[in-house]
């Protein structure tokens, strides 16, 4: 069973950058998919990005391509994803989970982007 914590959330100016992280423990880390989901105030859940078990495969929302980027390292047990060019539409929690539906994702990180 793993288990996730993120890290990394914060206040940025539009524009700026974030690197989240995704600490796991448990076994059998590198058999996972891994996502990042986000929630907006007022909002459902909303699946963000995709990375597969060896991490050459990922996929993004529309509205983060370009600008976001996710990756992992097996043997540290990570995820990370670096978001550049943020903007106030991207202000949310954002979790790391085991589905795209946000199963087993951990307590979360905020994520302010805000002048």
């Known amino acids: 069973q793993v288990q996730l914590r993120e890290s990394g959330g914060g206040l940025v100016q539009p524009g700026g950058s974030l690197r989240l992280s995704c600490a796991a423990s448990g076994v059998n880390f590198s058999r996972y998919w891994f996502y990042w989901v986000r929630q907006a105030p007022g909002k459902d859940l909303e699946w963000v990005s995709t990375?597969?078990?060896?991490?050459?495969?990922?996929n993004y929302l529309d509205s983060v391509k370009g600008r976001f980027t996710i990756s992992r390292d097996n043997d540290e047990m990570s995820v990370s994803l670096q978001m550049d060019s943020l903007k106030s539409e991207d202000t949310a929690i954002y979790y790391c989970?085991?589905?795209?539906?946000?199963?087993?994702r951990g307590r979360g990180t905020q994520v302010t982007v805000s002048s």
């Open positions: 989970a085991k589905d795209k539906s946000g199963l087993g």
């Open positions: 990375i597969n078990p060896t991490g050459d495969y990922t």
